[in-house]
C-alpha cells in the first residue's frame, strides 16, 4: 500500500497559486493519485485525480511526474472559501482496498 | 435531495448504551464505507463494504459492528458507547471502475457524543 506524505500546513493570501506537494514513493503500476478537499464538519469531497503528466479541471491542476514518486496539486488563485484540509491519497486500479487518508494538508487562506 | 444522507445528524448518549447510525444513498453505488474523524485528525476506516455479502474491517473494527441491509442502506452500530467513541462520523459510498480509480462521495457526517 503507497504511503503518502504532505506538508501539515500551509498559509497563503488571496489571490495566489497555491501547491501541494505530496510524495508517494512505493506508488504501484495500476494507482492512481486523487485528491480530496475538506471544510469543517463536512465529508470530504472529491478534487481531481491522475495518472501521470498533467490533469486539469475547473477546480485545480494535478501534475504528476514521469518517475510518479510524487504529485503536485495546484489551486490558482485561491479565495477564503478554499481554507480546507486537503488529502492526497494513491488508489489501486485493482480496487480490493479501500482507500486510506491520512492527515492531510491544511491550507489557511488569508485576506 | 442529497444523495448520500446520514441519520442521526447529531446524538449525544450515555457510557453503555447501543447506538446504531444509518447511512442510505441514491447513487446506485455498490461499495459503502463508515469512517470516523477526531478532531484535528484525517478520517479513519472503521468497515467497508464491497457489496451486500462483502463487509470488511477497517483500521479501527474494534467496538465496532455494521449491517449492510441493501445495496442502499449501511449501518453502523456501537454495541456499548464509550467515550473515546466521541467523533464525526462520516458515511461514503463509491462505484469502482477499472480505469478510474474509487472516487468516493461522502455524506453529511454524525456527530456522535458520549458521556
Known amino acids: 500500500l503507497a504511503k503518502t506524505t504532505q506538508p501539515i500546513s500551509m498559509d497563503s493570501y488571496e489571490g495566489q497559486e497555491v501547491n501541494i506537494t505530496c510524495s508517494h514513493n512505493?506508488?504501484?503500476?495500476?494507482?492512481?493519485i486523487t485528491w480530496y478537499q475538506q471544510f469543517p464538519s463536512q465529508g470530504p469531497r472529491f478534487i481531481i485525480q491522475?495518472?501521470?503528466t498533467k490533469v486539469t479541471n475547473e477546480v485545480a491542476s494535478l501534475f504528476i511526474p514521469a518517475d510518479r514518486k510524487s504529485s503536485t496539486l495546484s489551486l490558482p488563485r485561491v479565495s477564503l472559501s478554499d481554507t480546507a484540509v486537503y488529502y492526497c491519497l494513491v488508489v489501486m486500479d485493482t480496487g480490493r482496498r479501500a482507500l486510506t487518508f491520512g492527515s492531510g494538508t491544511r491550507l489557511q487562506v488569508q485576506p | 435531495d442529497a444523495d448520500v444522507t446520514q441519520t442521526p445528524r447529531n446524538r449525544i448518549t450515555k457510557t453503555g448504551k447501543r447506538i446504531m447510525l444509518e447511512c442510505s444513498q441514491t447513487?446506485?453505488?455498490?461499495?459503502m464505507y463508515w469512517y470516523r474523524q477526531d478532531p484535528g485528525l484525517g478520517l479513519r476506516l472503521i468497515y467497508y463494504s464491497f457489496d451486500v455479502k462483502d463487509i470488511n474491517k477497517g483500521e479501527i473494527s474494534d467496538g465496532y459492528s455494521v449491517s449492510r441491509q441493501a445495496q442502499a442502506k449501511f449501518s453502523l452500530s456501537l454495541e456499548s458507547a464509550i467515550p473515546n467513541q466521541t467523533a464525526l462520523y462520516f458515511c461514503?459510498?463509491?462505484?469502482f471502475g477499472t480505469g478510474s480509480g474509487d472516487t468516493q462521495y461522502f455524506g453529511p457526517g454524525t456527530r456522535l457524543t458520549v458521556l
Open positions: 447513487k446506485g453505488h455498490d461499495r
Open positions: 461514503a459510498t463509491s462505484d
Open positions: 491522475g495518472y501521470k
Open positions: 512505493n506508488i504501484a503500476t495500476n494507482d492512481y
